[in-house]
């Protein structure tokens, strides 16, 4: 299966972006837009992974996560990767601070507890709104991106989520959740 390690987004934050989806298309309809259901924030890309792997997984991560407290995190400014011309992904910045930074340095930890290989690329926080996989020119997006009141809100981080990934031709991927795991708040 393809698997990723995620942080799932509020319905608020969906019901915002669902906004900038639509003028988003309708704007630039050649790019692949992700549906706000499938909005989410990738901590780690996992790729082909033996569904073996998810209850081992899932104790590592409660291991390294351990003493990792719920945090608050707000959606940033928009941004693209690749020249600013022909992007390839155009995204929003997703903040957490120190703590958002310790939770993916706990899940790297995790992943390499299991024996899978280590991630080269810097984890960058955002949230892929767009991919432009056939190159087209892209001029108005930070216009149409300011147009929606996504950058500033914010919510809170309580748990992580692995979710499988089915490609489907010509469709969204389907993301279906495998497990859940809470960041526990310390009462004491
Ligand atoms: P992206 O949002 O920057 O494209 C599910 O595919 C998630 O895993 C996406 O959010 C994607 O990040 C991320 N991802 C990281 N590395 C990937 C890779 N090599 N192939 C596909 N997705 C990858």
Known sequence: MRAFLALELDQTI?????????AGRAALPRLSWVSPENLHLTLRFLGEVDAGLEPRL???????????????AVVGEPGAFGSRQHPRALWFGFAGGE???RLAHAVE????AIGLPKETRPFRSHLTVARNRRGERVDDWLEIARGCKLSGLSQN????????????????PQYSPLWRLSLIHDES
């Open 14 to 22: 969906r019901d915002a972006y669902a906004q900038l989806y639509a």
């Open 109 to 112: 930890s995790a992943v390499r």
């Open 58 to 72: 899932f104790d590592a991560l409660e291991r390294e996560a351990k003493g990792l407290e719920p945090f608050l």
């Open 157 to 172: 981080v309580e748990r992580v989520t692995l979710l499988s990934s089915l490609l489907q031709r010509g469709r969204s």
């Open 99 to 101: 703590r958002l930074s």
